[in-house]
Structure formats: C-alpha cells, structure tokens
C-alpha cells in the first residue's frame, strides 16, 4: 500500500494520523521533513501546503490529519483504503 505521510518529530497531528494508520494494520512511509529544507519543499511542491502531516494515499493527496480524521468519521477512509490496496495488487 502506498500511503506517505510527511511529519516532524514532535508534531500531535502527525503523531494521531499515525496511531489511526496504526490501528488499522496499515502500513505508511513516514518521510520527517524536520531540518530539511528539500523534503519540506517537496511536501509543499507536492500538496500545496506548508504544514504538517501531510497525508497521500497512493496518488490522492489526503490532506492533514484533520482531513484524515473527516474520511474516518465520514466512512470513507476504510474504502480510500482498500480501493488504493486493490489498485496496488494487494488483498485489502
């Protein structure tokens, strides 16, 4: 599954989009931009935002956690899910 997640260190939204990957069973790529001016660029470059986390699943950008925590509460982060898992060749 491809889901990208650029963070800092000690970032609470980074570290609740995490635990909500986390439990589950998802694996992520967590990609720290903390002190690195061409990680950040790409994060901004990429999603159009300065913050963190910034969130994609496979091609779609997701947004912050906030938004993540919307497709949860909404239903539709466990279909974004395994539909990217589906797209991969992998059984969701």
Do not use: W
Request: aromatic residues 8%.
């Amino acid at each position: 599954m491809n889901i990208v997640i650029y963070s800092k260190e000690y970032c609470p939204y980074c570290r609740m989009a995490k635990q909500l990957f986390n439990s589950k069973g998802v694996d992520y790529e967590l990609i720290d931009i903390e002190g690195n001016a061409e990680l950040r660029q790409r994060m901004i470059e990429l999603s159009g935002r300065k913050t963190v986390p910034q969130i994609f699943i496979g091609d779609q950008h997701i947004g912050g956690f906030d938004d993540l925590n919307a497709l949860e509460r909404n239903g539709q982060l466990d279909t974004l899910l395994a539909s990217n898992a589906k797209a991969a060749g992998l059984s969701a």
